[in-house]
């Protein structure tokens, strides 16, 4: 006997407390009432018990109504005896009419209780669908399942095991203990079924015991086709980012290679005519072409040591590995190294350097940094004229931070550049008429992010500036005064 019925059942009881109440009131009022008149009272406990108790309930009152309609209110009273047939007649009638009216009411009731668990399924099922929006991770996904099952079924345990295969690692979620204090097999198991196959399994453990009533089923299985959609949808999410990334990488790839073979060949063009030529004999060792021809040679081997380093450090950004080698380090020992190593590439340009040598110490990765200026530079001067300057300043912002600014006098960057200036391969103004990949600004914005700083460019009346800060405290502590000295 299912625990529905039981329900039902246990309730008849009181459909006869009420039927037995009803008589005794319609028994004292008995001089003032007629037959027809007791006969329509009666119907109102069948009609309040099934309304209440449901179906088994009313159909009880009904007939504990006719026997006592008949027993205490037609002749001869006190006994189940009929001696006219008009009231047998009534008897039958009104035996009739309890009972259609209790199958009414319990259809009525049936049919409202059905809308009820419908809405019910709709509201849980919208609440569930909203909070798996988003969610791309298995583990979110099952736990967010787990969570609405148990407000669903108050009491009760559940498990969310996962399983979409192809690679995907087992994803289990047990609420609220581990699988381990649930006793016994699940009051129910209802997989998790997608349009490749099976997906996963959620198993409840009912707090009443015992097996799980159709609505749960229901429900669960409601729940189990939401969770097939997620997983589904998460899965879809993954393939498509992992279609743009390797798009992306082809793109990257793409990019890189057109823009490498093009960048090397000029200077290897110039390497190889300077070198054949000082081979060759047209060239006197002690004349000042040769000379000429050396320095175009050595300047166009820092060329390639740039673009060789900064094809490097972008494959170590891309990798994730760029982790600074921090030291306590004076910013002015960094610029002027990186300033002595660039006076001959840097031409026609006047360099202008403002860096104090009483700067407090800075705790940064020396080489990084030194790049970071030396793509800075080599930017600022391939993007201004001949014999314009090139100025480097730095000052200190307050206790934690320090500020470095390269600024040269080059045209304007418009304002929906600026903030793409430092993206890979992006250039802006004079793209035609300057030579490089586009990696330096992008190198620079990780360097500085790595240090835990921030770069940024702007526009200024005498020209562009590329600014980035550094911080002076390095987890958590000052350099020592020994260190400072």
Known sequence: ????????????????????????????????????????????????????????????AAVAAFFAFNYFFLPPYFTLQVLQPQESIDLVVFLVVAITMSQLLGATQASLARAEAREREARHLYELSTALLGLTDLESIARTIADRVLLSLPGAKVGILLEPGKGASRTEVFLPARVSEHPGRPSLSVPIQGMRGLLGEIEVWSARGGSASEDERRLLHTYGSAAALA??????????NRAQLLAQSDAFKSALLSSVSHELRSPLSTI??????????????DSEAKQELLEA???ETDHLNLLVGNLLDMTRIEAGYLQPKRNWNVLADIVRSVTERMRRSLGEHQLQVEVSEDLPLVPVDYVQIEQV?????????????????VRIRAWQLDQAWLQVQVHN?????????LGRIFDKFHRVTAS???????????????????HGGRIWAENTPQGMAFNFTLPLTWEGT???VAEEK
């Open 409 to 417: 006098q080059g045209p304007a960057v418009p304002a929906e550049d």
């Open 432 to 450: 035609d008429r300057v030579t490089g990949i586009g990696l330096g600004l992008s190198i620079c914005k990780a360097i500085v992010e790595a």
């Open 272 to 285: 190889k005519a300077s070198v054949t030529s000082l081979l060759g004999a047209e060239v006197d060792w």
């Open 231 to 240: 997983i589904e949808r998460a899965q879809l999410a993954a393939a498509d």
């Open 373 to 389: 200026f030396a793509n800075l530079i080599s930017n600022s001067a391939k993007y201004s004229a001949p014999g314009s300057v």
């Open 1 to 60: 006997m299912s625990r529905a019925v039981w329900l039902y059942l246990i309730r008849i009881p009181e459909a006869l407390l009420a039927v037995g109440a009803t008589t005794a009131l319609l028994y004292l009022t008995r001089p003032w009432l007629n037959t027809p008149t007791v006969a329509l009272l009666y119907l109102l406990p069948v009609g309040v018990s099934t309304a209440l108790w449901g179906l088994p309930s009313g159909i009880a």
């Open 478 to 480: 000052v350099p020592s």
């Open 297 to 299: 040679v050595d300047e």
